[in-house]
């Protein structure tokens, strides 16, 4: 079957602009540490210890592409911050990233950098996790190229693609967007649980984001809750 040909990509070797061969170029490892700084400080959450600053994804695998982003985890044990409610906690990180998103566009070599708080008691489901807090491999990527369903993958994606279309042209409103959403973060989750980075659910998610729709999404749903909540 031929590897997917919509946006996910497959390479023998790491990304260039980031690595020489499978050492982080310094610059790259300086600049992603000021940046994991500068999170924390924006997080300004007490009792926030970070145990690890790791990058994933596609940027420390073999699967990147133009579009790719740098995944830049912030490693926490939310359990040892001693909130009795984890679930607030994590919802409070998520509102916070996604503030953070909104306020600043930070790229490397034209690449975006997407911040994140991960609980150390998640399970991992990536195949390349490298550590900038300590510049070493968590876990190495392996050069395998996957076999991938394309027919599959191009079905599913032109399906959740027509969903936020016609929720758009409809107006739905913000509350029936999150709910579409909603689904298609689930959707991505159980195939990275069941079946990892190169399942069907996972590679249907990145044609999604790379080709625009997930923008599409939440601007729309910004937008009207934005209006809903104005007084003309």
Not at 120 to 143: L, M
């Amino acid at each position: 079957m031929k590897l997917f040909e919509l946006s996910v990509q497959y390479h023998k070797e790491l990304n260039p602009k980031l690595w020489d061969g499978e050492k982080l170029k310094s610059e790259v490892l300086d600049k992603l540490r000021e940046i994991a700084q500068h999170f924390v400080k924006f997080l300004d959450v007490p009792n926030l210890k970070v145990e690890d600053i790791v990058m994933t994804g596609s940027s420390a695998n073999y699967n990147w592409g133009k579009t790719s982003d740098i995944d830049l985890h912030l490693v926490v044990d939310i359990k040892k911050m001693g909130i009795e409610c984890e679930e607030f906690t994590t919802e409070l990180f998520d509102a916070k990233k996604d503030v953070w998103a909104e306020k600043y566009d930070i790229t490397i070599y034209d690449l975006p950098v997407e911040t994140y708080v991960q609980d150390s008691a998640e399970p991992h489901v990536s195949s390349g996790e490298f550590s900038i807090q300590n510049n070493k491999w968590i876990t190495k990527p392996k050069y395998s190229p996957p076999d991938v369903d394309t027919s599959e993958v191009k079905q599913k994606a032109n399906y959740f693609k027509r969903k936020i279309d016609k929720a758009v042209k409809n107006d739905i409103g913000p509350k029936e967007a999150k709910v579409i959403k909603k689904k298609i973060k689930t959707y991505r989750n159980a195939g990275l649980h069941d079946e990892g980075e190169f399942s069907t659910e996972n590679l249907v998610f990145k044609e999604l984001r790379n080709s625009g729709y997930l923008g599409k999404l939440s601007d729309y749903i910004k937008d009207e809750t934005s209006e809903e909540l104005s007084l003309e």
